[in-house]
């Protein structure tokens, strides 16, 4: 499975940005999707989580970007998205997308996001 992350980009402060997340397949039978990121000098974190459960998904944030950013999926697009609002010069980091299928996981290439006034 292959994945192309986009929508990176230069904002200020306070700004909004979608990121996007396509797979070469059909996404409706992953066991899971995550957005992560990894800032200068500092090692990759979780920003955000979809897990598959038996009556739905469940989604999880990490606590520094909980209400700004919301993690959904098109599964007609096989795209995963990370909308992120109210950005901070914090949240300037590379973000990879991440997607569990059949518990082999696959990477995006990355796309960078840089929160500056």
């Known amino acids: 499975v292959q994945l192309q992350a986009s929508g990176g980009g230069l904002v200020q402060p306070g700004q909004s940005l979608r990121l996007s997340c396509k797979a070469s397949?059909?996404?409706?039978?992953?066991?899971?999707l995550g957005w992560y990121r990894q800032a200068p000098g500092k090692q990759r974190e979780l920003v955000a989580h979809?897990?598959?459960?038996?009556?739905?998904?469940?989604?999880e944030c990490a606590d520094s970007v909980k209400g700004r950013f919301t993690i959904s999926r098109d599964n007609a697009k096989n795209t995963v998205y990370l909308q992120m609002s109210s950005l901070k010069p914090e949240d300037t980091a590379v973000y990879y997308c991440?997607?569990?299928?059949?518990?082999?996981?696959?990477w995006g290439q990355g796309t960078e996001v840089t929160v500056s006034s």
């Open positions: 979809m897990n598959m459960i038996s009556d739905g998904e469940s989604t």
């Open positions: 991440n997607v569990l299928i059949f518990m082999i996981s696959y």
């Open positions: 397949r059909s996404i409706f039978s992953a066991n899971a």
